[in-house]
T-cell receptor
Framework: DVKVTQSSRYLVKRTGEKVFLECVQD?????MFWYRQDPGLGLRLIYF???????EKGDIPEGYSVSREKKERFSLILESASTNQTSMYLC?????????????FGPGTRLTVL | AQKVTQAQTEISVVEKEDVTLDCVYE???????LFWYKQPPSGELVFLIR??????QNEISGRYSWNFQKSTSSFNFTITASQVVDSAVYFC????????????FGKGNQVVVIP
């Protein structure tokens, strides 16, 4: 079974802090994704990565950056956390670049920025 | 740009009732893929089904069934004889073959099954 793990289930940070959200997958998937989920807005794509060291902006990249130094790990970075970044963050991975492949999701990190 | 609409935000049903979740999509591609995911209270989205645009056969898996109609751009999901364990948020999503490999999600349907 594909397993996608995220470093924390719950995280509380202060405004202005630098925040790292880590995601690891164990199935050698090429593609990895970061989404945020907010009530009434569904899932919105922040960044995705086709392969190591490759990244592309999603629909809402402002205020975020990412890092993919190893195939299994995809990190989301909030350079200076703000209260409007309080949200549920979901990581996903997918085999290959085919749009027909399903994405496998981690359990999510609920981030609160005070 | 691809777009997915799930009109009903929250649906409450009494256990053993059937519930149908509507999904309407928009795309200019002739080849595309439709998905349904379930998000239980634990938070992790679970893949339920995928359909490609050339396969309009309906599918049944246990108490779950899906009705894909290209003529109305819809991919509806029915849970028959609902159970409390079906309480979750359900997402419909679309991926275009000629696009950027992104998955566009609808806003989700919160299903509450009352015992």
């Amino acid at each position: 079974d594909v397993k996608v793990t995220q470093s924390s289930r719950y995280l509380v940070k202060r405004t202005g802090e630098k925040v790292f959200l880590e995601c690891v997958q164990d199935m050698d998937h090429e593609n990895m994704f970061w989404y945020r989920q907010d009530p009434g807005l569904g899932l919105r794509l922040i960044y995705f990565s086709y392969d190591v060291k490759m990244k592309e902006k999603g629909d809402i990249p402002e205020g975020y950056s990412v890092s993919r130094e190893k195939k299994e790990r995809f990190s989301l970075i909030l350079e200076s956390a703000s209260t409007n970044q309080t949200s549920m963050y979901l990581c996903a991975s997918r085999s290959g670049t085919g749009p027909y492949n399903e994405q496998f999701f981690g359990p999510g990190t609920r981030l609160t920025v005070l | 740009a691809q777009k997915v609409t799930q009109a009903q935000t929250e649906i409450s049903v009494v256990e053993k009732e059937d519930v149908t979740l509507d999904c309407v999509y928009e795309t200019r591609d002739t080849t595309y893929y439709l998905f349904w995911y379930k998000q239980p209270p634990s938070g992790e989205l679970v893949f339920l089904i995928r359909r490609n645009s050339f396969d309009e056969q309906n599918e049944i898996s246990g108490r779950y069934s899906w009705n894909f109609q290209k003529s109305t751009s819809s991919f509806n999901f029915t849970i028959t004889a609902s159970q409390v364990v079906d309480s979750a948020v359900y997402f419909c999503a679309l991926s275009e073959a000629g696009g950027n490999n992104r998955l566009a999600f609808g806003k989700g349907n919160q299903v509450v099954v009352i015992p």
